[in-house]
């Protein structure tokens, strides 16, 4: 055996485990969707058809294969209902990122500046939402956005309002809803990589004459563009087909590809047009999980 097989063997078998992993919780998942999306709604159990019959050899495949169709993505190409949702949802997702990064920057920039003893303690104080059930603390945003809410209360009784502020199932809620849910992610992996930038390239150009916000823009934000494309895509890629905030805090003209997956599932039962929808979810994810990667890649180069 030549020098150094028993390590690529060695290799080889650490990474089997994680590609099992993908292959049967993902690439197996997604192959059965993607099956069903091109079947036609039945009803049966399961209520859609073609179902392969195994038995029934070739013939049985031939039989199959001839009876998958497109028409599903045809639907979601020429209904005006599923567009909009499309639209509706990789613009909520687009507007809620735009806001984590204007948040999150200055937020984990504080973090990172902060006093190495009390940064665990901050880390910490991020992370906690996390302790909480994601449900409950949406169902705490309907008892403040609610006509007779918090909000509304505090707003009433400091006398900036003369009347109850309509805030709940609103486009507002959920771009608020879905900032709050989302900004640790945003917090995290920008903090990660505002912790590891060099101090002494800020005290350079500090010690060149430049202001502490100079610094921040020509120094600490530019090192820092891979952890914001990074907490970005974090963010962007689930919130692309978040069902719950939606279905809480928006109104009932609020479309997003989560809620139309659910009503083509749930309520109307066909299995077939809910399953395009999913792979329509995932590729409109693509393109974001593969600028999150890149951006990875880029913060790994960049390393010291």
């Known amino acids: 055996?030549?020098?150094?097989?028993?390590?690529?063997?060695?290799?080889?078998?650490?990474?089997?485990?994680?590609?099992?992993?993908?292959?049967?919780?993902?690439?197996?998942?997604?192959?059965?969707?993607?099956?069903i999306s091109l079947s036609e709604p039945a009803t049966a159990i399961p209520p859609y058809l073609p179902v392969l019959d195994w038995q029934g050899g070739l013939e049985g495949w031939s039989a199959f294969l001839e009876a998958l169709n497109f028409d599903n993505y045809a639907t979601l190409a020429s209904d005006a209902l599923y567009r909009d949702a499309a639209f509706g949802s990789l613009a909520y997702a687009a507007a809620a990122s735009l806001i984590l990064v204007t948040l999150g920057t200055p937020l984990a920039y504080a973090l990172a500046r902060a006093p190495a003893r009390w940064q665990p303690l901050l880390v910490a104080l991020v992370v906690v939402p996390f302790w909480t059930s994601f449900l409950i603390r949406v169902y705490a945003w309907i008892a403040i956005l609610k006509p007779e809410g918090l909000l509304n209360l505090v707003l009433l009784r400091s006398g900036l309002i003369a009347k109850p502020l309509i805030l709940l199932n609103t486009d507002a809620a959920v771009i608020v809803g879905l900032v709050y849910a989302y900004l640790p992610f945003m917090v995290l992996p920008l903090y990660a990589v505002m912790n590891r930038v060099d101090p002494t390239l800020r005290e350079a150009a500090a010690d060149l004459g430049a202001s502490p916000t100079r610094v921040f823009w020509t120094v600490t934000l530019p090192l820092s563009l891979p952890g914001i494309a990074a907490g970005a895509g974090l963010c962007f890629i689930p919130m692309v087909g978040e069902f719950v905030i939606p279905d809480l805090l928006g109104g009932s003209e609020t479309l997003m590809l989560g809620r139309v997956l659910w009503s083509e599932f749930f309520s109307n039962r066909d299995w077939p047009l809910a399953s395009a929808v999913a792979v329509l979810i995932l590729a409109l994810i693509i393109g974001p999980v593969v600028l999150f990667r890149d951006s990875l890649r880029a913060g790994e180069e960049g390393r010291p």
């Open 1 to 35: 055996m030549r020098a150094g097989a028993p390590g690529r063997l060695f290799d080889r078998l650490v990474r089997l485990p994680p590609l099992l992993w993908l292959a049967a919780f993902f690439l197996l998942p997604f192959a059965i969707t993607l099956k």
